[in-house]
């Protein structure tokens, strides 16, 4: 039986960044492996991580705010990605900033919906 988390498509969706960013990581240069590519790889996992206890929360506030941390996290992604593609070690990836673009209108409706309820 699939936990509650489990059934959110942006959960599902945050897995599959998560995927993309390692396979794009592991493309980066040995000495980035302590630097950009740890931190973005940390950010991403930190977006289902968060969006999982957020899920399991009792509160809906609570759950919005884990909501909150999560979108927080996807922005430091693109950030990061930003940077990684200024330093030309990322190609510009029309499945990823689609992924990321999706990721981040699917948190902001889930966060207003949410939010609505706790209203």
Not at 53 to 69: D, T
Not at 70 to 94: F, G, H, N, Y
Request: hydrophobic residues 45%.
């Amino acid at each position: 039986m699939a936990r509650k988390h489990e059934r959110l498509d942006v959960w599902k969706d945050a897995m599959d960044l998560v995927e993309l960013i390692y396979r794009l990581t592991s493309t980066f240069p040995a000495d980035e492996r302590f630097g950009l590519c740890s931190q973005m790889r940390r950010a991403a996992v930190s977006i289902p991580s968060t969006l999982a206890e957020g899920a399991s929360r009792s509160s809906r506030r609570e759950h919005v705010r884990f909501l909150e941390i999560s979108r927080s996290s996807l922005v430091e992604v693109e950030t990061q990605l930003a940077i990684a593609r200024r330093l030309a070690m990322a190609p510009d990836d029309a499945r990823l900033d689609d992924s990321l673009n999706r990721m981040f209108a699917r948190l902001s409706a889930l966060m207003k919906a949410i939010s609505r309820k706790v209203s």
